[in-house]
């Protein structure tokens, strides 16, 4: 328990398994984005930046793998901000940015970076403003530093077994919350609803996302492909794949 009344490892526990219940591969995604890091990496004190790291579960593993490396979490959510600040220590920054807001740079305690990653995240970003990003993100890394975004990337030559490879995913998750295996997206809202100190952050939250538009954007590989050479970067391809998901990484 810390001074601020939550227990930062509790709340780890329960988002990972939240989280798990969705990406059972989760870890996996982890290690190809770490493992894309350690291939850049010039020394043992690489500088990530965890864009919408949200309770800080890129940071957290980095720091576990590469002692030495600091990290940047930047994320909007009050909620998971709090748990973040109360997780990590002093080689990580932790600040409140809206990456729909193109000055989302200008906190950044710095703006060379050896790898920029994200996980999950940028799917609630519109098209024209996720083309900005991707070249923003690119100014706030060295050159041969590493952008990495895992997340929903349909496969364009499989439009028809891709959804079909989603009924699969979605059947076995419903299996597993309807079993209570795992909680689900609402029912762990719930639960930060009934904690003293993070339930008071709600109402704020709920306005950080009042504008966000109702439906997520997973545009196909080859959308992030193209705009992420448009945006300059010198090598764009996948350094993993499962099912629908997958990591897109380009070098600047
Ligand atoms: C599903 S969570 C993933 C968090 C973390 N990467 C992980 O895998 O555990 C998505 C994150 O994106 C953040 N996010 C969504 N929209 C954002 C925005 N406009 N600016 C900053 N962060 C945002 C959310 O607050 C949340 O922390």
Redesign the pocket.
Known sequence: MTPYGIDPVAWQES??RQ?EGYLPD?EERFAALLDTVEAVADGPGVTIL??????G??SLRALRRFPYATTTL????PV?LTIARESLDQRSTVVT????DPD?TAGLPRHDYDAVL????LH??APERLTALYAEIRQVLRPGGVFVNVDRVPDDGLSGLGARLGDVARRRRESRHAAGAVLSWDAWWDHVAKDPVLGLLLEQRRQV?AE?HETEWNPPLSWHLDTLRTAGYTETGLVWRGGRDAAVAAVR
């Open positions: 988002w990972d989280q989760r965890d864009l919408a790291g949200g309770t579960s890129i930047v994320d909007v959510d998971l940015a809206d990456l729909r989302w994200t996980a999950t995240a609630w970003i996302f966000r």
